[in-house]
């Protein structure tokens, strides 16, 4: 047998002809044998460890070659596992042996082999199978078998917690000196306990863990199973583990991202009160104060948008998501907010700088002028300079669109106030054909014109008939282009829902529109986004509050 010489007395055939004869100590003169050498063989175990510790896993194994028999043995002792420290010695070697970096079959084996020891040193369900070579030494100090098992839960979890947080194990400080292999293993050992309520503090002080490693040292399984089970609402961590998580895996922020989608486009929203609450509830706008982790979630959104072909549905989560994150911005201490430019580094600055106002920031009277303001910016930006190309043109209207809650005002501020109409209308012709080619967005502020101009004309009218309107729907129904439909289906929803006479024909003409040209869903999503603004200023009147959630309570009943 090979012996370390820096470690006396490590008598390897000695505890392993003792495991052998103890078995799982079932019989009487068995347990009294355990309990008469538990004291010399808890010391022992600790030599061990203290020499694994400073060597990796294979110089481990060739110093000690039995020792795999042993420890194997001596986990499955409820009498040795249940004495003073024995059981987190016993965790500790076992990590000491894994192979972070498994280079042939038999480290494989060993490294599965580690894990089920692993698994079975922490799960109570597997010692509950054994409860009944277990209860006499579990009455012994005084548990009931479910104490017991919690108790013994805890401690390991706080030994390990002690550990990677370099507090004191064992009386040695040990800050620094749990290795990368060691972490790696015990994030292994936590995938079939992760929704283990006790597990919690072990799983966040992983999370924060980094200890000064060049590459990630918890294993990919451990980080794509904590994400799932957050996802999942199987755990509860703190808003910094999650953060630290989707910093240090891509792949489940991805992952958190595209399950937010998936989860709000596969529920029947009835107000963006509901689709807020869950859009925060997923973290995600809190992260985003990160600015990688908002750019990266801005691209998972983008490239959704392009595949959805713009749905309503995305793009109103995009834009809830965008208010959410300024919100979560705005309450981050001074002290450690990022500047805007590392959220848009690619932008035009004064642009962001007027989009990013909120309107409860202003008075109602100023918004017309900061959206004359915006749309200036923007047409300059777009005509005036040269866009190199079409995906430069997609970033300015991405840019815009995500803040359309001022494309909403713009509609309703050309209907309700006395407002100089052509920079409103190009900003709304902008954002419903960004494209020019073959003079699309020209066109389309033609038409947009002539209706405004039309509706205008009856704002004022206290009694209107569908008849009135009917000017208006031909430039929907008739029109090829599909941004046109979009832009005037926008203002002829606000000026039933603004104007002195709508109100009486609101029901009767939305349900004409939506049945004769499928543009449902989008008229419903425009209510939605209309209800949440007025609910959060509450300087509508109630006329209109009414009308909108009538409006609402029939559209959503049909989508």
């Not at 777009?382 to 494309?407: C, H, K, P, Q, Y």
């Amino acid at each position: 047998m090979a012996q370390d010489t820096t470690v006396p007395k490590l008598n390897f055939e000695y505890w392993l002809d003792k495991a052998i004869e103890w078995g799982q100590a079932t019989t009487l003169e068995s347990q009294k044998d355990v309990c008469l050498h538990l004291p010399q063989l808890q010391e022992f175990l600790r030599q061990i460890y203290e020499t694994l510790k400073h060597v990796d896993s294979i110089v481990a194994i060739q110093h000690f070659p039995l020792i795999g028999q042993l420890l194997g043995r001596l986990c499955w002792n409820p009498f040795v596992i249940g004495y003073d420290e024995s059981q987190k010695t016993l965790m500790w070697c076992l990590c000491c042996l894994y192979s972070s970096e498994p280079q042939n079959p038999v480290e494989l084996k060993a490294n599965s082999w580690i894990r089920s020891l692993l698994c079975h040193l922490l799960s109570s369900s597997k010692w509950e199978s054994n409860e009944a070579e277990t209860s006499t030494f579990i009455s012994t100090l005084g548990y009931t078998s479910a104490d017991y098992y919690c108790h013994l839960v805890k401690n390991m979890v706080f030994s390990l917690v002690t550990q990677l947080r370099g507090n004191q194990f064992n009386g040695l400080n040990t800050q620094g000196r749990v290795s990368a292999s060691r972490v790696n293993a015990v994030s292994l050992f936590c995938l079939p306990l992760i929704t283990l309520p006790d597990l919690t503090p072990l799983l966040e002080t992983l999370l924060l863990y980094h200890g000064g490693a060049s590459k990630e040292i918890l294993s990919s399984e451990f980080l794509e199973a904590v994400n799932e089970a957050f996802l999942k609402k199987k755990i509860s961590l703190p808003e910094s583990a999650i953060f630290s998580l989707w910093l240090r895996h891509l792949p489940s922020l991805e992952k958190a991202a595209l399950y937010l989608l998936d989860q709000l486009i596969s529920i029947q929203w009835h107000s963006l009160e509901e689709v807020a609450c869950v859009i925060k509830d997923s973290l995600l706008p809190q992260a985003a104060s990160h600015p990688a982790i908002f750019r990266i979630v801005n691209e998972i959104f983008k490239n959704a948008l392009l595949e959805t072909d713009g749905t309503p549905e995305v793009m109103t989560i995009i834009q809830v998501f965008t208010q959410l994150f300024l919100q979560a911005r705005q309450n981050e201490n001074k002290q450690h907010k990022f500047p805007l430019k590392a959220y848009f580094p690619y932008h035009h600055q004064p642009l962001i700088t007027a989009l990013l106002r909120r309107p409860f920031e202003l008075p109602t009277t100023h918004w017309s002028q900061h959206l004359k303001h915006i749309s200036d910016m923007l047409k300059a930006l777009v005509e005036d300079t040269n866009i190199s190309s079409l995906a430069d043109l997609f970033e300015i209207w991405f840019l815009v669109a995500r803040f359309g809650e001022w494309l909403d005002i713009a509609t309703e501020q050309l209907l309700k106030a006395a407002v100089e109409p052509d920079a409103l209308l190009w900003l709304l012709a902008f954002y419903y054909c960004p494209q020019n080619e073959n003079q699309q967005r020209t066109q389309t502020m033609v038409e947009a014109q002539a209706v405004y101009n039309h509706l205008m004309m009856l704002f004022s009218c206290t009694v209107l008939s569908i008849k009135d309107l009917e000017a208006a729907v031909h430039h929907i129904t008739d029109t090829e282009q599909c941004c046109n439909q979009h832009l005037i289906t926008h203002l002829l929803t606000n000026f039933l829902l603004f104007s002195s006479g709508g109100h009486m024909i609101a029901q009767e003409f939305i349900y004409h529109i939506t049945e004769t040209t499928d543009t449902r869903k989008e008229v419903c999503s425009l209510l939605i986004r209309t209800a949440y603004r007025i609910n959060h200023n509450g300087k509508e009147n109630q006329r209109t509050v009414k009308l909108l959630n009538e409006l609402l309570q029939k559209l959503t009943l049909k989508v």
